[in-house]
């Protein structure tokens, strides 16, 4: 009866287990680094999409803008945004250019 038992559990976490579905590191299309706070997330640019549109008149991301590049720091592909911005400052809302002067 115990080996029963512990049969039943073992398969029954093994079904448990083997019903997790892990997408591979690789498969994820854009980069991870880091953010300031601390922590990752999953970005093509320096900062999150979402929130780099709400900088721009147009509320689009310009192609032109720099893409991050994960050979690079994120602190120089943080220089490399600024620099973008600093040379596109009519395309972005005037309420935030400071956010690429500090």
Same mark, same amino acid.
Not at 38 to 53: A, N, R
Not at 65 to 94: C, G, H, R, T
């Given at each position: 009866?115990?080996?029963?038992?512990?049969?039943?559990?073992?398969?029954?976490?093994?079904?448990?287990?083997?019903?997790?579905?892990?997408?591979?590191?690789?498969?994820? &299309? !854009?980069?991870? @680094?880091?953010? /300031?706070?601390?922590?990752?997330?999953?970005?093509?640019?320096? +900062? %999150?999409?979402?929130?780099? &549109? !709400?900088?721009? @008149?147009?509320? /689009?991301?310009?192609?032109?803008?720099?893409?991050?590049?994960? +050979? %690079?720091?994120?602190?120089?592909?943080?220089?490399?945004?600024?620099?973008?911005?600093?040379?596109?400052?009519?395309?972005?809302?005037?309420?935030?250019?400071?956010?690429?002067?500090?």
């Amino acid at each position: 009866m115990k080996t029963f038992i512990l049969i039943t559990l073992l398969l029954s976490s093994f079904c448990i287990k083997a019903q997790v579905k892990v997408t591979p590191k690789n498969s994820i &299309k !854009t980069q991870t @680094h880091q953010k /300031q706070e601390g922590g990752k997330y999953y970005s093509e640019y320096v +900062v %999150k999409p979402e929130k780099l &549109k !709400t900088f721009f @008149h147009s509320g /689009q991301i310009p192609s032109s803008f720099p893409k991050y590049d994960k +050979v %690079k720091s994120y602190d120089e592909n943080k220089l490399i945004a600024k620099q973008w911005a600093k040379n596109n400052k009519m395309l972005i809302k005037q309420e935030y250019w400071y956010k690429f002067e500090k």
